[in-house]
């Protein structure tokens, strides 16, 4: 399979992952911004060597072709939105905002995500063994989206 393929099967598959989607539905990033940061981050692992930007930028999930330029900006963008909210956590975190109880619910999602990912690390190849794991995974999956889907609502309460 050529670069531009595997790479855009792996986004397609990434960007429409359930819990992909309510995360970044109410992250700082838009979807074109995470679409581009993951290119950024992750294309030249799957191809194996050093890419330009031009090239980068045709890997991009649009018909339309993307200037480098563009792909540049939009990378910048995401890159700053990354910032500000590590930035975010550092503040809150600095003023003694996560000593209180406000956050226990984005803690124990943050702890089923974890949980979520060493799931999908250890499935077994085959056999009743493979049947049970997937059952596991689909029920925090969708532990995960009930409680994602929760807390992206939030009321007067939270924070």
Avoid: C
Wanted: proline content about 3%; overall charge neutral.
């Amino acid at each position: 399979m050529k670069l531009k393929e595997s790479v855009q099967a792996w986004l397609n598959g990434a960007l429409n992952d359930p819990i992909v989607k309510i995360l970044s539905k109410n992250s700082q990033l838009t979807k074109t911004q995470l679409e581009t940061l993951l290119i950024d981050i992750l294309a030249e692992n799957i191809s194996g060597k050093q890419l330009k930007y031009d090239e980068k930028a045709m890997l991009r999930l649009t018909r339309a072709k993307i200037s480098r330029g563009s792909f540049n900006r939009t990378l910048k963008q995401s890159k700053e939105n990354v910032i500000k909210s590590i930035y975010t956590v550092l503040l809150l975190g600095y003023l003694g905002v996560f000593e209180t109880t406000t956050l226990d619910p984005y803690l124990e999602i943050a702890n089923k995500l974890h949980e979520y990912v060493e799931a999908h690390k250890d499935i077994p190849s085959k056999g009743e063994d493979l049947k049970d794991h997937l059952k596991v995974i689909e029920i925090i999956r969708q532990e995960l989206e009930t409680s994602l889907n929760r807390l992206s609502n939030p009321s007067e309460e939270t924070l």
